[in-house]
């Protein structure tokens, strides 16, 4: 069945790093795939999402691209900030329903 | 105000007893979901419902049942609650229009002893 994998974390980086957190996806067709954030005490906001083959979603400094030949929608920013501390889930969409990834936890310290 | 209400935001329980999660919405979504989430599983579906009269099992549904009492309430059910039925449970909702950008509440945290 449709699955999308994420790297395990936490990712620990200082203020101003650059970011990378990888998710990879199994998938029949071409599903919609997006990035969900979950700030601490919270529920999870939408960050960025891409429809279709090559498409970059951005938002809020974040970017990732829909690559179907590596079947990858990696999270990149190319300065985090203390206040990105979160966790970031990688989902996909076959048809009508979210499947999501495990979740990276990202921790920014000063 | 929340647009995505959540009641009660945390509950403990015994093994046994019947306890029920609420969810309110003000958005006017048709679409509205029940996850869990537990730590190293991510979010899984329990159930969803497309609108009052359309209730579909997710892929965790067993030992939960919902209702969809109006187009702004979901609630979810544990007949009879198991410690492995604690972790985080979110309601979600979604547009008909576009389901995949979905808004979710902020969570009931439930611990079954």
């Known amino acids: 069945g449709d699955s999308v994998t994420q790297m395990e974390g936490p990712v620990t980086l200082s203020e101003e790093a650059f970011l990378t957190i990888n998710c990879t996806y199994t998938?029949?067709?071409?599903?919609?795939l997006f990035w969900y954030v979950q700030y601490p005490g919270e529920g999870l906001q939408l960050l960025l999402k891409a429809t279709k083959a090559d498409d970059k979603g951005s938002n809020k400094g974040f970017e990732a691209t829909y690559r179907k030949e590596t079947t990858s929608f990696h999270l990149e920013k190319g300065s985090v900030q203390v206040s990105d501390s979160a966790v970031y889930f990688c989902a996909l969409t076959p048809w009508d329903k979210l499947i999501f990834g495990t979740g990276t936890r990202l921790q920014v310290f000063p | 105000d929340a647009d995505v209400t959540q009641t009660p935001r945390n509950r403990i329980t015994k093994t046994g007893k019947r306890i029920m999660l609420e969810c309110s919405q003000t958005k006017g979504h048709d679409r509205m979901y029940w996850y869990r989430q537990d730590p190293g599983l991510g979010l899984r579906l329990i159930y969803y419902?497309?609108?009052?009269?359309?209730?579909n099992k997710g892929e965790i549904s067993d030992g939960y049942s919902v209702s969809r009492q109006a187009q702004a309430k979901f609630s979810l059910s544990l007949e009879s609650a198991i410690p492995n039925q604690t972790a985080l449970y979110f309601c979600a909702t979604a547009p008909g229009g576009d389901p995949y950008e979905q808004y979710f509440g902020p969570g009931t945290r439930l611990t079954v002893t």
């Open positions: 998938a029949t067709g071409y599903p919609s």
């Open positions: 419902s497309f609108d009052v009269k359309d209730i």
